[in-house]
């Protein structure tokens, strides 16, 4: 397989599989959007290890093949003939992407294995740490940076969006016996873990669900504090993405936080607007 071919499988799954984050990254040069496509893809695989491999002992066997796999890109030693791995070790070459946040992302997902509640933020920020802060660093390596408060901005931006994903996905995780949401401040509210998942959506679900609303907006806040460290070509794919997932968690608290009316999405229109309102801020965004 060709690193050609092996990129171009990237870029299908990212496209099927994760739309927002496809065309948050389509203004990127080829090299560096199909990194980002690589990137995508292998914790797409990440994920996938503890969703769909069957049983507890298959899901940990799953999560021992992904470390094994971070092992081999970084040794490059990686089998030809899988698309995913030929393409990242690549891309890990191409644009010096440490092995550090790898590593982290594969420690969140084996997070799934054990752990389907967390006590309060600082254990849950653990968690959003490592499966999308670190996304932010790998991300954040490719698009090329100088000033190194730009690692604390991406982790942060990362993790907004994470955020968001918990709010969205309350049900779904629920269906699968698993509650994002911080112990303290559920008991705080006056939600049981019960309530969630019998999908009973309260007044106070809906003041639980109003601070992490708020967190969301702190750290997308912060997480923005990343664009003028970027060039213009990442900076519009940022602000693209954030935009994005800025809208999603605006169109949460339209609902009022009612998760249980099904996951909340964006039309293509309202994407388009987005994205052509992104790019503009993000030319005129003046670089530091």
């Not at 890990?92 to 997902?109: E, H, N, S, T």
């Not at 499966?131 to 942060?156: I, K, N, T, W, Y």
């Not at 509210?189 to 003041?207: E, H, K, N, Q, Y």
Request: hydrophobic content about 45%.
């Amino acid at each position: 397989m060709t690193v050609d071919e092996a990129y171009d499988r990237c870029t299908a799954i990212t496209r099927a599989e994760a739309r927002n984050f496809y065309f948050g990254f389509i203004l990127l040069p080829r090299e560096r959007r199909r990194a980002i496509h690589a990137l995508y893809a292998f914790s797409r695989l990440c994920d996938d290890s503890v969703d769909d491999a069957g049983t507890p002992a298959g899901k940990a066997e799953a999560v021992r093949a992904r470390r094994r796999d971070v092992e081999r890109v970084y040794a490059g030693a990686v089998p030809d003939d899988d698309p995913v791995l030929v393409a990242l070790a690549d891309a890990i070459r191409r644009f010096g992407v440490p092995r550090g946040p790898m590593d982290a992302l594969v420690d969140g997902v084996a997070m799934d294995l054990d752990t389907d509640r967390y006590a309060d933020w600082p254990a849950l920020k653990g968690y959003c740490d490592r499966v999308a802060g670190a996304v932010g660093v790998l991300s954040l390596h490719v698009f090329g940076f100088q000033d190194p408060s730009a690692v604390r901005h991406a982790e942060d931006l990362g993790v907004a969006m994470q955020v968001v994903n918990i709010m969205r996905d309350v049900q779904e995780d629920a269906g699968l016996g698993r509650i994002y949401l911080p112990g303290d401040e559920m008991a705080a509210a006056g939600v049981t873990g019960d309530d969630i998942l019998a999908d009973r959506m309260t007044p106070a679900m809906g003041a639980l669900m109003a601070v992490q609303a708020a967190r969301a907006h702190e750290y997308f806040a912060n997480g923005r504090m990343l664009l003028p460290l970027l060039d213009v070509r990442a900076r519009m794919c940022v602000q693209m993405l954030a935009s994005l997932y800025g809208d999603i968690l605006v169109r949460i608290e339209e609902r009022g936080f009612d998760y249980t009316r099904g996951r909340v999405s964006l039309p293509g229109r309202r994407k388009a607007a987005l994205m052509a309102g992104s790019v503009v801020r993000a030319v005129t965004t003046r670089r530091r």
